[in-house]
């Protein structure tokens, strides 16, 4: 039973995780057809701010929960004046941008702090404990915040006006540009958001995962093939995509290890592709975020 | 006359391509020491440190005069974590540059591209790595310890500290494998039980249900095996379940880029390692290297581990042989190397030994308190029993093999 | 089918491949022997970036995972050729399985009407598998015949040997020759194959599926023929890869070889054959000349000539030339052509 309990719990982790670190993605993609492949590297980013920050003495929470989006955030805008926007339309030349882009955040992190950085941070939290299992509590409080993030996108695409402005953008830009709305402008808060989002990611994984310039590799091809997996919509879509992978990985890496159950997402991405063309969101929940 | 025109992209190409060929290599006197390392891309945690003492290595040999009267000119190639380029810059260094020596390779797989390059133009090769074992190479030194040097040792030490049942976690590649298998071997040899082995992909970073099996197993420790940046979230997410302090843990990969200084103090306490290197090392030939590399590299310099000391002394060796033999030509040094030279580097002595082109070294297990490894016991001139069993160059030196291509069948494990 | 027609629209190729010829026999006397050695690997590349310049810029399938075709035929040769001790069997073998797996790949997906950016990941995904499994064979178990796949480490490729005489092999320098000519071959047959009914029709399903459609053309059946096809030519390049480096090794599967055969088309230019295979040449001694620097990191470098790059010259190389020269050209035949009308006036 406990065990059962156990497996269960690490199984919701997996899929939260895998959530976790596309959601920033999916934003980008959903939004506004740019396929980021930086996306990793902002992840890192994330990182890095908190182990910088922690290094030179501010509080771990505070590194985690405000500087690190706050940080990647700004960098996103900052990409998205000087590089992104004269992109809009042409998908696969982001695809280029952006792979520069990476290569660029790379170095630019390994000149700065050279092949790795020292570190102090551990996750915060204690320990649960289940019978004869236990399980840190800082994955539960990731568990958490995975589900936070996405009410919070939710409320803030449903409910507040830039939420509306930005839907309608993404629908129909001309119609949203001919009714005042400055496209330009939606454009770059999105992805700022979605940059503010991956970095808060990042940063809520720097004490549990190493922190180096190269990690963003790790990540990016699970992120890319989850999102687009899940299809056009952003929540339900990551969501869905998520829990069906995410869920898939963890029962066979439990049963087999962890390489079959690497192809066993990458099997199962493959086969879903096939029956929905169009992902999950294409078929189901069409009208969902 | 348009077409005339376009072919300028192809020209302008063939231009570019000779380019390297033909600026900046005028005819010297200097002696050339070429390496080939990877210093940027995901490999650089383990190149970048092995670059530094490898500049230093040369600086302080020009330093005390060059050898025989000439001056030793280095070349650095950065392999860029892709295996092509070691190919490519291993012919460029030998046939282009006409180096003397080439010290290269982190990967076996990088290894492997270089060797037969390099013995096709008759260039001498030095791979400062700790590796699994098994090269047969006249051409080839491996400065490196190999797992009957450093595996059997932190086994036996670790199952006499905390039990006989025994789990294993490895990085899924040649490595991992092969070093996996030395692991059970002596295991077993010490009376113990291998409770369960798994393997991880280089790019795993979640390992939440590994440790629900490691918890359903109950073993008396965990063996680590694993590589790079992604795994160390094994040691993050292992202490934060709470483990660390119930299930100890011992290594053989774990430290040598460093690892220990990207988990928090709390998180690598008490893990234990072998080496036949730790900053501890109780000799005046280590002070006195590591108050240099203070003072040239700042107090932020890289911690010195294995791959950095070795890349240091396998230079060092190659200078002695030089030395020796009176000249840098290939033959002669491959000799002097052979007759049973030995160093004293930073590790101690390191000799030469000529069965295997492998080396005889000082072993260390230390153990992980506060970021820093301590010391707790040394052993002094380890042989490389691995590659004696299956290598004999003194009595069929013209050998170029790699004998652990084929897993363990050779030296006689299943 | 007008004979002189084809002949006159290949006209660029032609002469391309005439240029190609003659530096295959004057490279060898004017550049150093490492140089002519490490070219191979840079034309193996470019055979690569070729197939996928066929398959994306004329079919229009946005192809992610063309390294899986380039490296399953590196490692068909390689385990073909251990296993018949001799090369020539073990090139066509190379070619059948990467175009073989191509095939059912395509079937699956063509006819299951998936398209756009989901091919590519669909392709960049195999591309993943085939890395993971590969990585994992490093046991003595993984075997087939008399060849170890080695894992991680890769496999020792066999050098390739004259003809149907396995007694004697090609040194890298003569290697250099049969890449050249292999290139030089791939790339008229690319540039025929686009001339023809075949090659017109596929450009009218990249241009506008439905029309085509509408027109009686099966769509998925010419995108499962160009698919084929490139697959087949990128298995030539994987095999003269691992001749060039002297083995093969599952990297070549990896995320960043996948994502760098995309980029070494976008900066060629998509639409044009010669366009990324001179990317390829461009780029690859690009990277090489970086790594025998250690003053800026060569990440940074070369992310940052990528982005102005795809800034600057946002079509790519060489349709950015042609339009340079096309540009200058109008002016002078416009007034040709204005002064042709004032004689006849006249």
Known sequence: MDLVVAVLFQLVYGIANLALISLGLAIIFGMMRVINLAH???????????????????NIWIAMLILAPLVVGIIGVIVERLLIRWLYGRMVDTLLATWGLSLLLIGLVTSIFGASTATTISPPLGIIRLGDYSASGYELFLIGVTIVLFIAVFATLKMTKLGLVARGTMQNPEMSSALGVSTTQVYMVTFGLGAAVTGLAGGLLAPVTGVL?????????????TVISGGASILAGTAAGSILLGGINGIFAFITGPTIGEVALLVAAIILLRLMPRGITGRFFRKSL | MTLSRRNFVMGTTAIALTAPATIGRAQTDNIKFASILDLSGGLDIYGAPMAETTKMAIEDINAAGGLLGREVELTMYDAQSTIQFYTQYATQAAAGDKAHTVHAGITSASREAIRPTLARFKTLYFYNTQYEGGVCDYNNFCTGSTPAQTVAKVVPYAMNKWGKKVYIVAADYNYGQITAQWMQKFVAENGGETLDVEFFPLDVTNFGPTINKIQTAKPDMVISALVGGAHVSFYRQY?????LKEIPIASTTFGVGNEQKLISAEEGNGIIASYGYFEGADNPVNTAFLERLTAKLGADRPVMNELAIRSYEGAMLWAEAVKAAGTADRDPVIEALRSGLTYNGPSGPVTIDAQTNHCSMNVYIGELQDQTWNIVESFENQPPADTQLVCDLVANPNQSTFLFENGLAAAGIE | ????????????????????????????????????????????????????????????????????????????????????????????????????????????????????????????????????????????????????????????????????????????????????????????????????HFGRVCVGIRENELRAELLGYDSRLYKLGIFTVSAGIAAIGGVLFCNGVGRITPDVFNLYNAALTIIWVIVGGRGTLIGPIAATFGLFYLTSALGGQSVLNNNLVLGVILIFFVLLVPKGVAPTLTDWFTKRRKPRRANRRRRRSQVNKA
């Not at chain 1, 990793?40 to 501010?58: D, I, P, Q, R």
């Not at chain 3, 002189?4 to 032609?14: A, C, H, I, Y």
């Not at chain 3, 068909?76 to 069997?89: E, K, L, P, R, V």
């Open chain 3, 1 to 196: 089918m007008n004979g002189n027609n084809t002949l006159r629209q290949m006209r660029p190729v032609l002469v391309f491949a005439f240029i190609g010829v003659v530096f295959m026999f004057v490279a060898p006397y004017v550049l150093q022997l490492f140089t002519i050695i490490n070219l191979t690997t840079a034309i193996a590349l470019a055979v690569l970036a070729l197939s996928l310049a066929l398959v994306w810029g004329y079919g229009g399938i946005l192809c992610f995972g063309q390294v899986a075709f380039f490296g399953l035929g590196a490692y068909a040769y390689t385990i073909a050729a251990i296993n018949f001790g001799g090369s020539t069997w073990a090139i066509l073998v190379a070619i059948m399985v990467a175009s073989a797996f191509a095939a059912l790949l395509g079937y699956f997906v063509f006819f299951g009407r998936v398209s756009d950016v989901y091919l590519g990941v669909i392709t960049l995904t195999v591309t993943l598998i085939f890395f993971s499994l590969i990585r994992r064979t490093s046991g003595p178990e993984y075997k087939i015949g008399n060849a170890l796949m080695g894992g991680f480490n890769g496999i020792t490729s066999p050098p390739l040997n004259l003809p149907w005489d396995t007694s004697s092999f090609l040194f890298p320098e003569h290697v250099f020759y049969v890449a050249m000519a292999a290139l030089i071959l791939c790339y008229v047959f690319c540039g025929w194959l686009v001339t023809t």
């Open chain 2, 239 to 243: 202490a934060a379940a709470g483990m």
């Open chain 1, 213 to 225: 310039p190269t990690i963003g590799a790790t990540y990016i091809a699970k992120a890319f093939i």
């Open chain 1, 40 to 58: 990793g590297e902002f992840l890192m980013l994330g990182g890095y701010t908190v182990v910088v920050a922690t290094n030179a003495g501010v």
